[in-house]
């Protein structure tokens, strides 16, 4: 072999072996950015995942947080919820009875301490009865003013339940200032001044405001006002009498008994031993200040310029007793006869009118027993005129109770709606009857339904005298008539003469009233038709069917409207035409003027004008006075009326203002 071959071979082998172990290099590095990369996308993943918990972990805590917070939030504003409590309704029952348990010891201490203080023998013999009654009367005004906190008061038409609300209202107001000076411990003083002085207790008087609110509530409750008017009225001028009595026993007793015919008696007088009597001192002093107040005025003269004083301003009080009680008897007396003398006063003008008017002796007779009926029955009063002050609520629900059932029993309103009743219930008018009236003739146009409260009614022959039924409480008849049923085959006609026994008392439903609820009139009407398919009163071909005289009159009068309303547009229209006309003559007269050309003569003027008269047609003085009152400015009515004809109207306008915009150019 040769060198040189053989080197070459060498060479082949060594570029071999390099290139060898640059292809394990190239796949080391290979290897170790790969494991790098591995590792770093390890790294990665681990810090996304980290990243991932750590973000978790933060929301969850940042959820608990949240949490946490509200739920704070709800403790500290369930902390700070107002705190509702029993409230006490000043217009319920619970109310009105504290107010008279309260009122009993505001009585006690108004009558009893007065008289204590001024009569010694009750105070000593009765002691320990004073004693527990006086502070049994303190404790319940201390209960009061606990019952009061608790009372409630309307803030825009809510009752009011927070107990803070409350308080406050109840310690802001002026009563609070009064009971806290009436709950005063004045009785402390017994220590300084003995047991002989029960006036101290005086300032338990400041609770009589609690008295009058409980007869205030009391009058507007009871059934008979004007007799607990004066039992009140009574009871106030007693108390005044019971209060001056006792005033002028101590009075004498401070001159000295027996000192002179005017003051008490002595009590030592062995002539009138009674005199020195507890019972004696009380009805003496009792009937001397009823002498007084009542100005009767027989008692002995006083001597002492302090007796004048005294009797002065006792006469000055009596007076205005007096006065007091004749005006308040007096308008309780007219209050009570209120409703006869209103009443007697109609059928004075009644009785006043026949006999202007000359009506017969026998019809003046049934009308004034038309009217002692009315009285002696308790129907005299207009049940409208009664409730007008109450609101529609009110008046819905007293209705509903008085003649819901009454209207049920009508056969077309058994099964209707709640609602539907409740509007028909309101429109119900009374009425009486004597007897032999007649509430319809058979052929009569039917306006009104009958419902029989109480009496009897009778179906007759056109003779009046011949009976086929008697109709009884409970009954009704004219439902058909008044809704003039298409296809009936006696319209809106009476089919019988109905006349009244005796006397009766009916409901009436007019038709008008019925119609006002236009969701009834369809439900009655189809219940209507029912009843007179049942009874075979009603025509079921189309052709027999007449159009209601009332639709045609509707679209007539309508017609009519539309045809005067043109009318009154035409004449505006050519009035519009001539202004506008005479107005363009005017500017011409003056551009000729300017001009110097000749003047178009007034004659030739004034034939043009006649000319357009001529071709719009003569008028009447009449029918210009009308266009006058137009042209001065009456369009409003005009124009209202324009709306109700409707469409018509409208289109006519249209038309109308069309030629005013063409006569303008």
């Known amino acids: ?329 007096a308008t309780m007396i007219s209050n009570m006869n209120a409703a006869q003398a209103q009443f007697q006063s109609r059928i004075d003008n009644i009785k006043q009118y026949m006999q202007v008017r000359k009506v017969s002796k026998d019809l003046e007779d049934r009308v004034i027993k038309w009217f002692d009926y009315l009285w002696n029955n308790g129907k005299a009063q207009d049940e409208r005129e009664v409730l007008r002050y109450l609101p529609d609520k009110l008046k819905a629900e007293i209705a509903i109770q008085v003649h819901m059932d009454t209207l049920k029993k009508v056969r077309i309103f058994a099964d209707c709606e709640a609602g539907l009743l409740i509007e028909l219930v309101l429109k119900l008018r009374p009425q009486v009857f004597s007897p032999g009236d007649y509430i319809c003739k058979k052929g009569d146009i039917g306006r009104e339904m009958y419902i029989i409260k109480d009496g009897k009614l009778a179906v007759v022959a056109d003779d009046g005298v011949t009976q086929f039924v008697v109709l009884g409480s409970g009954s009704y008849f004219g439902e058909i008539s008044i809704l003039n049923i298409k296809g009936s085959k006696a319209g809106n006609r009476r089919t019988a003469n109905i006349r009244s026994i005796g006397y009766s008392d009916l409901f009436c439903l007019s038709k008008d009233d019925l119609m006002d609820t236009p969701d009834a009139k369809g439900m009655l009407e189809e219940k209507g038709r029912q009843i007179l398919l049942k009874d075979g009163l009603i025509d079921l071909d189309p052709a027999n069917i007449k159009p209601e005289t009332k639709e045609l009159e509707e679209k007539v009068n309508r017609l009519y409207s539309v045809m005067e309303l043109t009318q009154i547009k035409l004449k505006k229209v050519l009035i519009k035409h001539k202004s506008t006309t005479k107005a363009l003559k005017q500017q011409i007269r003056d551009l000729e003027i300017l001009s110097g050309e000749d003047v178009e003569d007034e004659e030739d003027s004034d034939q043009e004008e006649t000319k357009i008269e001529i071709v719009v047609g003569e008028e009447t003085k009449e029918e210009k006075e009308e266009v006058e009152e137009v042209k001065e400015g009456d369009e409003q009515d005009g124009d209202t009326k324009e709306d109700e004809e409707g469409k018509d109207g409208g289109e006519m306008k249209e038309d109308g203002k069309k030629d005013e915009d063409k006569d303008g150019q």
């Not at 803070?164 to 802001?172: A, H, P, R, S, W």
């Open 1 to 329: 072999m040769r060198p040189s071959a053989r080197l070459s071979e060498d060479i082949t082998a060594v570029e071999m072996d390099r290139q060898s172990e640059d292809d394990m290099e190239e796949q080391e590095e290979k290897e170790k950015k790969e494991k790098e990369e591995k590792e770093k996308k390890e790294k990665e993943e681990k810090e996304a995942k980290e990243k991932e918990e750590q973000e978790k972990k933060e929301k969850e805590e940042k959820e608990a947080k949240e949490k946490e917070e509200q739920e704070k939030k709800e403790k500290e504003k369930e902390k700070n919820k107002p705190k509702e409590l029993f409230v006490i309704n000043p217009a319920g029952a619970l109310y009105y009875n504290w107010l008279f348990i309260i009122t009993l010891p505001v009585m006690y201490n108004w009558t009893l301490i007065i008289a204590r203080a001024c009569f010694e023998e009750l105070q000593h013999n009765y002691f320990i009865y004073w004693v527990f009654l006086d502070y049994t009367s303190d404790l319940i005004y201390l209960a009061d003013m606990a019952f009061r906190t608790r009372t409630g008061y309307l803030e825009q038409g809510m009752m009011v339940k927070d107990e803070k609300l409350l308080k406050d209202n109840y310690v802001t107001s002026f009563q609070f200032r009064l009971d806290v000076v009436s709950m005063l411990p004045t009785d402390v003083l017994y220590l300084v001044f003995g047991l002989d002085y029960p006036e101290i207790r005086i300032n338990k008087l400041l609770r009589i405001g609690r008295m009058m609110e409980f007869f205030t509530k009391t009058e507007t409750k009871t059934n008979y006002p004007n007799l607990f008017r004066i039992g009140n009225l009574i009871m106030y001028i007693i108390i005044i009498i019971h209060w001056n009595a006792c005033l002028y026993f101590s009075f004498s007793k401070a001159i000295g008994f027996g000192a002179d015919d005017w003051v008490y008696p002595a009590l030592d007088d062995p002539e009138e031993p009674a005199f020195g009597l507890p019972m004696r001192k009380y009805a003496f002093s009792l009937y001397w200040s009823t002498l007084t107040l009542t100005t009767i005025g027989e008692t002995p003269p006083p001597a002492l310029d302090s007796e004048f004083f005294f009797h002065v301003a006792d006469f000055l009080v009596g007076v205005l007793i007096f006065a007091t009680i004749v005006g308040n008897i």
